[in-house]
């Protein structure tokens, strides 16, 4: 799962105050401490930010000496070879948020996700929106609130429709929602075509955009979800590069009808990511992200498309992934059907919306070409009790 | 207008790449320069974050040492005190964007914009949506496509709504949103109520935000604007501290019905600040910013009420100011109702909306203690032609 073609990097320190917090990159269950193995400084930065800044062909050439780096030595021992000194144990260190979050943008670029939202908060229109088809509908997050996959998150306080007016408290449908994240290495003045992609997106990664469907439901007309997302959202710690991702690339589902010519496909994009979703540790989802209408490269292309600018650090997710079938939905709005259908989970207890001291986990993997899966790890979160007095 | 009763502060260069750039307070029309005149290096960055991070005791110090360097000399010669030396002539500077932004979330806390655009955009519906006298409505814009005043505007291109399809394009309905802006100094990292506004915002500025009608009417359904306003927003150079608005202070307008008690009023936070905006040079409105329903303190008591952190530099904005005539609409779309109603300008010219290189400029003033007014300066933008081929 962290073998040479993966290769995810992230932040890590020796522990304590994370003062000394650097760019490492994992392998099997060892952190491959960068600035000490490469004596670059750019990798002694609490952040990717720096090194993604510096674009494709550095990333290429960074990857490729790693890659030799760690196969140096005896045969059967590729690990221990120039390395290995620079090598930490993975459960000896302390993981960071890997880079510094410019703007956040979440799409909503899966049919089913889309199309089964619409039925559920829209009932009597139609399942998608009339422009759904036509571009990768998003709308901007809370950078501030981005935290570190095992951070806990606090159940949200807020307004909920009510009979006699709304009221107040804690949210009672409380969702995750499992995502594909995409961040921005080399940033843009203005438009990125969809042919353009790989040389502004360094990696991908985990996202959990933490939802509270009662809040959503009531603040979101006319101007989108603020509230019911802002209060957290979790990324996991290691970023897998693009290049890693070559053998997942497939072509997206087909387009009915053919999409302006600004997000023509330009290669597929599409990825043959296989998330899981684990809640207090029984499956309950297995989304293929594969199903996903919008690739990612369209998504930054439409999102460019205004003259608007990119910056290193920008991120950017997929939405909801879901499937077809009721086990392929990547959030409980989906799976307990707006809390129609309540889901029994292997040990026998029942969900419709998140309980206080639920854990999530979403991670994912991807093939490689040599026949092996490529871990993307997980981002996890356990739900606290409000803060509401 | 940037007399003793203002004191606005911003960042300003000796003009060349602004590696020089730093903090100064307008006064007259000259900047003092507050790393020279206080000689703390706080004010030697190239943004008041590290300043607007010290807090609201350090803010009233501060202001309270300025005004004593200013005032001292002799009588009839105030600005001719010590800090004569630390005067720079407006004229001689290179002003930049006065804050690093965070998160950016803009509102639509006016009732006559909110109910105007309601009736224009949803003809066949309650000018209002049902939540929208029980919160302020909002959410999240760019920060980083926040360009300081002056800065030229390029006309963005996206998807219109078409009757065989959406088509592509340069945006053919371009409008500015007149807006007053408020500027986070101490973070938070939970709920900030309505009675420690002052607290934690630093000062007040003037935003337009400029919006595509024609993409925003296609793309907004379900989850809010997004390419329409993400192109660029623009700000006033010079922040005005709150402290400088106490007579200002007024109550908003009556609240029918009561807002929910962690929305309750604690003192006024109304601001009577009388905006002007021109387009190319000639009056198009004025609108009255005390009419705004909902205050600003209300506002960051709603951004964090479900436990959103808030980080120094996070801004948001009121969203259009509007009033009760037609003189008094902040936006174009509100002014020509949707274009049905073509504006006649002073020179003749006529607008529904911008058109290639219309400038626009929105200021305002504020009552002080002493009988003068403070003054905003100004936020200003020139529309450049598409891109586009």
């Given amino acids: 799962m962290f073998g040479l073609a993966s290769l995810p990097y992230g932040v890590f320190s020796d522990g304590g105050d994370g003062d000394d917090a650097r760019v490492g990159v994992r392998i099997g269950d060892s952190v491959l401490d960068l600035a000490r193995a490469l004596g670059d400084e750019v990798f002694g930065e609490p952040s990717l930010n720096a090194f993604m800044a510096q674009g494709r062909a550095r990333w290429t050439e960074v990857r490729a000496r790693i890659t030799e780096l760690l196969t140096a030595g005896q045969p059967g021992e590729r690990h221990r070879g120039a390395a290995e000194a620079a090598l930490r144990p993975l459960s000896a260190v302390r993981l960071h ?38 571009m990768p509908i998003g709308y901007h997050g809370r950078s501030g609130t981005i ?8 159940r949200p306080c807020g307004q909920r429709r009510g009979s006699a007016g709304p009221t107040f408290g804690p949210s009672r449908r409380l969702d995750f929602e499992a995502e594909v994240g995409f961040v921005v290495g080399a940033g843009a003045s203005g438009p990125v075509p969809v042919s353009e992609f790989a040389e502004h997106v360094f990696g991908v990664f985990l996202l959990n955009d933490w939802s509270s469907r009662d809040l959503q439901a009531w603040e979101s007309q006319p101007l989108g979800p603020f509230l019911a997302k802002s209060f957290a959202t979790s990324v996991s710690p290691w970023v897998v590069p693009l290049e890693a991702l070559e053998h997942a690339r497939i072509s997206p589902p087909p387009r009915d009808p053919e999409p302006l010519p600004y997000l023509a ?8 990511l296989a998330l899981e979703v684990r809640l207090n540790g029984q499956p309950v989802a297995r989304p293929p992200f594969a199903t996903t209408y919008w690739t990612a490269a369209q998504m930054l292309a439409h999102m460019t498309v205004n003259g608007a600018s990119i910056r290193t650090g920008d991120l950017f997710g997929s939405g909801t992934v879901s499937g077809p079938d009721r086990d392929q939905r990547g959030c409980l709005l989906e799976l307990s059907w707006g809390g129609a259908e ?14 206080d001291g639920d854990e999530v ?10 026949g092996t899966r490529i871990g993307f790890g997980e981002v996890t979160g356990q739900i606290r009790p409000a803060d509401h007095p």
Same sequence: chains 1, 2.
Avoid: C, M, Q
Wanted: proline content about 12%; glycine content about 10%.
């Fill in 97 to 134: 948020l890997p880079f510094t979050p410019g703007d956040y943008v979440d799409f909503f670029g899966n049919e089913y996700h889309a199309a089964n939202a619409g039925r559920i908060f829209r009932p009597d229109g139609e399942p998608l929106t009339p422009n759904w088809k036509h």
């Fill in 147 to 154: 935290v570190l996959s095992g951070t806990p998150v606090t």
């Fill in 342 to 355: 309540p889901l029994t989970l292997a040990d026998g207890s029942v969900r419709t919306f998140l309980e």
């Fill in 265 to 272: 496909d330009a290669g597929p994009w599409g990825l043959d």
């Fill in 361 to 370: 986990a979403i991670s994912a993997t991807a093939p490689a070409a040599d």
